[in-house]
């Protein structure tokens, strides 16, 4: 007994010391994280130097190489100094660490302290089953994040594996892990960057930044320095780690690798960033901290009261009082929430999006506010030609991408190019002067070099033009290619009749300077300049790149093409509107969003004209109002706080200006999800509630940030994710108010057999332990299947704030625990009155609390509908296969010897199982009757 042994006393308390030390020991480390982390965001990473505005020849001597790059000798001495070119892995916490992380919860403690100090009282079955019930949870999570992590793990490519530099006065290939400062590498069409270059020599080189900056279309790059306070987007002398070379060639001097680029500054800013705990965790640790508390009072008050009033010893007590907070303690109810957003991951696995963090399922829930990127997100990320201007007709075009399925259409009819010289002539100069090519693959098409040219070549064949046929029938001579000094393309080509013309696109401003005539129905007019300016001015107003097709004859048989044949008789053809076009899904997605009162924010790095344009066609609130990076510089964080309320549309903004909208939107207590897929969405994406990030086309380091990844860069599976999300928490509130009343029934039946004075009680722990996890593996579980209630899509988004256990919730939870303590108790002295043993007694009172559970269980299918009807007693098929099961189990719980010797119990005549059923059922009637008395007062509030 433990009054009569000091020594277990004495190992009693030092137990629960320890269990008590522990905890707070985890807690420190963990604020002393979170304080690290604190630090580590007041200090971001420092400015990288500012090359751009350097000339070449400055650029070679700061980092002390010749045009013929450096030795190999010195390129060692320097990797060793500047350490290899890669990002630094992301820090993962072992097996071993994430299982032990799966105990760290302060009711996990409680259960842990209640199973060691019952082994030394040598009950070793109750000390059994309760340990076990402690490594199953743990197993169950260990097991989910782990299948997690691995999800992603095939997907990680940051940085370009190979590059071509000068090393000793040769060109040769390198492992981009090898390259360091001084190097000179050469870029052609199809590189991606191997780390941050200073280009010292380009001829029509294109680089495609979007994944860093959000420029939706490649980038002309230059060689010349630039002012020192030019925004990263505009630094078009420098080729920056991760991106992609579209066009052309170049020669760039390597200025900085690894950590050092400004892929490396971002994930710096990254790992400075706290992620954010989930609304549910939050609540649920408070809840577990109140509720642990709440035990450990009762269970002291009732050890005191049984010892001091009722007579019973040290050792009956605190087996009564463990017994006491095993019965309070929903032990199920961890496994249930895990289980329950395992199945959200599930079914979002189905919809093309892995989960990389189990919470999030739920966090999508009470997402009030999507910050999303444009670029690939909100769009395509595909060039599309919308708009073909004449001197005399502007056409439009339908279809989007590269798909060349569409028509040409005038005033909103189908119309035949072949009727139209003009428009005949300014597809065919579309198409000859182009150096694209167009391929299906996997059922899609892609565009082989410029996505530009891409775009024209795609209008062409939407008007009846055939590219290959018309490049046999007038093949190119020569051509003068773009170069960024001169912002124009032309091509010479002739027929076989020796006929020679040329054909220009480019630049408008470039091409109006070398036009005098312009095109007209029939022939040729003076060239209205003012015209073609103000056509020029409202495709740019709509967002959309413009460029200017023109043509003229030229020689017989000629075979050179150079400047002087350009001069200034062009005539000018039309002008093509160009523009990334927003995917069709997305502008439904963002309709759905709306009405379930979520609001949608577009975050680019691209122009605010263009910004605003695919705000206005997405169907964003307040389109006609954009914010730019300028703007949000020269606000304080309370004007920003305000401003980030009202206005949707955001251009040409950092890394830092994403991390700052998305604070202050939380600070305004709004869940905050932000969807991207470039290195400059990184630092939002881990600092948002939610962070979705694109599979297809996102980078690595949008993954790594992200909570969910979207295998189809589909923007529409946000809205189906939200809805996942309001399923998911719906269903664990109805966990939540299907097990706690469990528990506060077998609380309240230990309770009143202490306070009556009762030496056997109705329930022995290892009694509790079965029916909370048997009815929580069948009964609770079929609530995690429940499926979506009407109109979940049409409510606003929760408050995250609101605790789970609101007054109503309450209110439920003690009025039901009462019902099945007063069935259980009644039966249990009812059987004792008729003579019945012990055991039968307990046996009845075990199946009187799980009947009571099985009837209760389809009150909880609705929180407030009514359930008796056709949908509520059978929409679920989990729900009566739950019931069957657990039926099983009782009955083999009930009339098994084995089963019997392990719990207890003993065999109950069939009469005794009538009693059982209908005093167990009267729960169903009397929620119902609650559930439609709070109807009637609602409807009359």
């Known amino acids: 007994m433990l009054a009569s042994n000091p020594t277990l006393i004495y190992w009693t308390l030092a137990i629960l010391v320890l269990v008590s030390v522990a905890f707070l020991v985890g807690w420190r480390f963990r604020r002393n994280a979170i304080n690290r982390r604190a630090v580590a965001r007041t200090q971001p990473p420092a400015e990288s130097r500012s090359w751009h505005q350097l000339d070449a020849d400055q650029t070679l001597t700061e980092l002390e190489v010749t045009e013929t790059g450096l030795e190999t000798s010195e390129a060692l001495a320097r990797l060793e100094r500047h350490g290899p070119n890669r990002l630094p892995e992301p820090e993962t916490r072992g097996p071993l660490m994430r299982f032990l992380a799966q105990f760290h919860n302060v009711l996990i403690y409680v259960l842990l302290a209640a199973g060691v100090v019952t082994g030394l009282l040598q009950h070793w079955l109750d000390a059994g089953v309760i340990l076990g019930v402690v490594l199953i949870n743990a197993a169950i999570g260990f097991v989910q994040e782990g299948k997690a992590e691995d999800a992603l793990r095939a997907i990680r490519q940051m940085l370009s594996p190979h590059a071509m530099a000068w090393r000793d006065g040769r060109l040769t290939t390198l492992d981009a892990a090898d390259l360091v400062p001084g190097d000179l590498v050469q870029l052609q069409s199809g590189d991606k960057i ?235 100069a579309a198409l000859l002067c182009n150096d694209a090519a167009l391929t299906p693959a996997e059922g899609e098409w892609r565009v ?20 290959e046929m018309l490049a046999s029938e007038l093949p190119r001579t020569d051509l003068i290619p773009f170069e960024s000094e001169h912002k124009f393309m032309a091509t010479l080509h002739h027929d076989h009749v020796g006929e020679s013309f040329i054909f220009v696109k480019g630049a408008p401003e470039a091409l109006l300077e070398m036009c005098s005539r312009q095109r007209v129905a029939g022939g040729t007019a003076d060239i209205d300049r003012a015209f073609w300016l ?162 297809i086309n996102g980078t690595e380091a949008a993954k790594e940030a992200a909570e969910m990844v979207l295998a189809d860069d589909n923007f529409a599976s946000i809205a189906s994710a939200v809805e996942e999300g309001r399923t998911v928490y719906d269903n664990l509130k109805k966990a939540i108010l299907f097990i706690l009343p469990t528990n506060g029934g077998e609380a309240l039946v230990v309770l009143g057999a202490i306070l009556f004075g009762f030496h056997q009680f109705p329930l022995t722990p290892v009694q509790i332990l079965w029916v909370n996890m048997i009815t929580a593996v069948t009964l609770a579980l079929a609530l995690a299947f429940e499926p979506p209630e009407p109109g979940v899509m049409g409510r606003p988004p929760r408050n995250a704030r609101e605790p789970v256990l609101t007054p109503a919730f309450l209110w439920r939870i003690g009025y039901v625990s009462v019902i099945l303590m007063i069935g259980t108790f009644g039966l249990f002295l009812w059987e004792l009155e008729r003579d ?90 009397i929620v119902e009757l609650e559930k439609w008395l709070t109807r009637r007062r609602r409807l009359a509030d």
């Open 194 to 428: 191997p780390a941050d270059l200073r280009l010292l020599r380009a001829k029509g080189l294109q680089i495609e930044e979007a994944a860093l900056t959000g420029e939706s279309v490649p980038v002309d790059k230059v060689v010349g320095a630039l002012p020192l306070e030019t925004p990263l987007a505009d630094r078009r002398c420098m080729a920056y780690s991760g991106t992609l070379v579209t066009h052309g060639q170049g020669t760039g001097i390597v200025v900085e690798t690894g950590a050092e680029t400004e892929i490396g500054r971002i994930s710096a800013l990254v790992s400075g960033v706290e992620q954010l705990t989930t609304p549910l965790l939050r609540q649920m640790a408070q809840f577990g901290r109140w509720l642990t508390a709440a035990i450990l009072a009762l269970a002291t008050l009732t050890f005191c009261f049984g010892v001091l009033v009722r007579d019973y010893t040290a050792a009956e007590m605190f087996l009564a009082a463990v017994g006491l907070a095993v019965a309070a303690i929903p032990e199920g109810l961890p496994a249930i929430m895990t289980i329950t957003l395992a199945i959200g991951v599930r079914r979002m696995a189905g919809r093309n999006a892995i989960i990389r963090r189990l919470p999030a399922v739920e966090t999508l829930g009470t997402v009030g506010v999507i910050c999303s990127d444009k670029t690939g997100t909100l769009t395509r990320n595909e060039m599309t030609v919308s708009r073909l201007l004449t001197a005399e007709r502007a056409f439009t075009l339908s279809g989007t991408g590269y798909d060349p399925h569409g028509a040409i259409l005038l005033d909103g009819e189908s119309y035949a190019t072949q009727q139209d010289p003009v428009l005949t002539e300014a597809l065919r």
């Open 448 to 467: 082989e070099g410029d996505p530009m040219e891409g775009a024209l070549l795609v209008a062409g064949i939407k008007g009846g033009l055939d590219p």
């Open 534 to 695: 103000e056509r020029m001015e409202g495709l740019a107003a709509q967002g959309q790149r413009v460029l200017a097709i023109a043509a003229r004859p030229a020689e017989r048989h000629a075979t050179d093409l150079v400047f002087d044949d350009l001069g200034r008789d062009l005539v000018m053809l039309a002008l093509v509107g160009l523009m990334d076009p927003p995917r069709e899904e997305a502008i439904a997605a963002v309709e759905v969003c709306a009405r379930a009162g979520i609001r949608v924010k577009m975050i680019t790095g691209d122009h605010a004209s263009t910004a605003m344009a695919i705000a206005g066609q997405v169907g964003l609130a307040n389109s006609n109002v954009v914010l730019t990076g300028r703007d949000l510089d020269a606000m304080d964080e309370d004007t920003l706080r305000r401003r980030a309320e009202e206005v949707d549309v955001y251009a040409r903004v950092t890394p830092e200006h994403k991390l700052r909208l998305v604070q202050r939107l939380q600070e305004s207590d709004r869940i905050v999800a932000m969807t991207g897929d470039g290195v400059n969405d990184a630092p939002a994406l881990k600092r948002a509630d939610v962070g979705v990030a694109m599979g």
């Open 836 to 925: 019945a043993s012990i055991e039968q007694a307990r046996a009845v009172a075990v199946n009187t609390l799980v009947f009571f559970e099985i009837f209760y269980l389809l009150n909880s299918r609705y929180i407030n509908a009514p359930v008796l009807n056709r949908a509520g007693l059978t929409g679920n098929p989990y729900v009566l296969l739950a019931i069957g099961l657990l039926v099983l189990f009782q009955l083999a719980f009930t009339y098994l010897e084995p089963m019997q010797a392990l719990f207890g119990v003993a065999a109950i005549d069939w009469t005794v199982w009538v009693r059982i059923v209908l005093v167990t059922s009267s729960v169903l009637f």
